[in-house]
């Protein structure tokens, strides 16, 4: 097994047709992994897909990324969704968004390879993985500030693991183009439902690589579903409090 090559992917969002066009760029091999940062879901236009594919890869993983942990909290009737989890569930159906919501829990917070760890938000420094707060790990605005605030310069300078991390949830240059700092954090989100483009990280040789987004998916997305409130479901926008 030491000589499977993983390909790690940015914020996928829904984008299916781009993330088929990164994995074709990367020539992985029939033993070789494929690792999402999180995020599969919401703003594109196909998450069924997405899912689908990680759903029924066996070389194919995720961590839970914020907009998963939505759904399921949604789901349990925890949280109310806003416009980009109701697109999702239209797009789902019923019952497979009940089926994507179950795949969803039970996504891990954090997954350590032998080169790195991923994780979909944020890292605190000086705990280990296993002692995250999964709000951190998760990308909680609050939890960032608190890390920040606490060590007066942005997260990812303090970061103290023992091997590079892996993150998405923010796009940090808007550009397209990953953020690295230092060989230390490479943050893979680049935008793709905007219309920038769409990131993975081949390991263990560290080999960015990019495929440009087809268009600015998440404004097509809300245009169809302004255009066709109807199409919307009494229960949804109940749960979403506007029914």
Not at 60 to 75: L, P, Q, T, Y
Not at 121 to 142: C, H, M, N
Not at 173 to 192: H, I, N, S
């Amino acid at each position: 097994m030491d000589d499977v090559r993983y390909l790690i992917v940015g914020d996928i969002h829904g984008c299916f047709d781009e993330f088929q066009a990164l994995l074709d760029k990367s020539g992985l091999g029939r033993r070789d992994a494929i690792i999402s940062i999180g995020d599969l879901v919401d703003r594109g236009p196909d998450p069924g897909a997405v899912l689908d594919f990680f759903r029924k890869n066996s070389r194919a993983g995720s961590v839970m990324g914020n907009h998963e942990h939505k759904h399921v909290r949604i789901f349990r009737g925890d949280r109310a969704p806003s416009t980009a989890q109701v697109a999702t569930r239209l797009q789902l159906g019923e019952p497979a968004y009940a089926r994507a919501c179950a795949f969803m829990e039970k996504l891990p917070l954090a997954i350590e390879l032998p080169d790195a760890i991923l994780a979909h938000g944020y890292f605190e420094p000086g705990l280990s993985i296993k002692k995250q707060r999964p709000a951190v790990l998760l990308g909680s605005a609050r939890a960032r500030a608190e890390i920040e605030r606490r060590l007066r310069r942005p997260w990812y300078e303090g970061y103290d693991g023992s091997k590079p991390l892996l993150v998405g949830h923010r796009d940090y240059t808007q550009t397209g183009k990953p953020f690295v700092w230092r060989d230390r954090v490479y943050a893979l989100d680049t935008g793709c439902c905007y219309g920038r483009a769409l990131t993975g990280l081949l390991l263990p040789e560290f080999r960015l690589l990019s495929v440009r987004s087809r268009t600015n998916h998440w404004r097509r997305t809300k245009k169809r579903l302004a255009a066709h409130p109807e199409s919307v479901p009494m229960a949804i926008l109940a749960a979403a409090g506007r029914g």
